[in-house]
């Protein structure tokens, strides 16, 4: 992966009547990258990656690609791939003629393509079936042959719209991993798109977090997990706990006091009104009150889901549902007990409003 940017998003911007699906939204990705737009439904991800398929035209902003501004260029001269939900293969076609259509429509000579199919199969591990029909294929296969079909062209970039959305649970954790080893063979600059955050997380060398239109974040997967510049993505990533409240001095030390009355440390100065999230695996549990915490909170345990390798908590903090998880778990405590949450100031984040 270089960092020179094979694509440039500037300032773009596209309104639909009184939706604004984007806001000035300005990104780049590096060429070999992939980069996952995250964002919940309605946020704006499939609008971005039309307009820079070229099937929807932003209102204002470029976007260049390999260095030039392709706003003005129609889809079909753009060098860009896009892979869809629904894959639309050719069902009266085997796998050999799907992904070789592409080139034929380009004139590329047979021998030529020939090569060119053969090695793809190779690439997505399918080498052999060429001459499968597609109904004879598994929907994963067939996932497969979509993105062959698409990287075979060479394009500069290849656009993802949710590729696994309309696959079971299992499938999809499977291609997940045939979509990276795909992407690392072949190097192609990648951009896809997920409301799946766990998805995100394991794909992307970089991940584009998208609300309302606008980019909250863009940054490596630990830097969105680890360091969320805004509340939105601090709650959207991972299982989070969200308080409105004040930060105030007390005994010569800055805290968070929740509207519910619920008081928690913090590592910085802060003052006003404000949120402050803590992510569910920075709270510890602990049966007797812990003597070296005098932020220790009371609780009681609403319901625990064991889940093999950790447990999930629902704690009632007197009327307020707090979620924990132990992720290394030596005892569990059951529904109705005691128990006393700590969590370090640095783990307490401050969103000020
Ligand atoms: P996402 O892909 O994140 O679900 P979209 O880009 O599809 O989001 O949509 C962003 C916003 O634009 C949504 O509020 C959606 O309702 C609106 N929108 C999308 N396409 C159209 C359209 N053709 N006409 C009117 N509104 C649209």
Redesign the pocket.
Known sequence: MSTEAILKIDRVSKK??E?E?LREVSFSVNKGELVVIL?P???????LLMCIAGFVKPDSGDIILDGKRINDVPPYRRNVGVVFQSMALFPNMNVFDNIAYPLKIRKLPKDEIKKKVERMLEIVGLAGLGSRRITQLSGGQQQRVAIARTLVFEPSILLLDEPLGALDRKLREEMQGEIKKIHDRVGATTLLVTHDQEEAMTMGDRILVINGGRIEQMGTPEEIYNDPKTLFVSEFIGTTNIFNGVAVKKDGRTVFKSVEGVILPLAKEAKGEGHVSIKAEHIKLFGNRPKDDIFALEAIVAQNFFSGNFIKYELDLEGTIIKAIDRDPKQVFKQGQKVYMKVTPENVRWFPK
Not at 41 to 47: A, E, P
């Open positions: 639909y009547e939706c699906a964002g439904s309605g946020s704006g991800k499939s609008t």
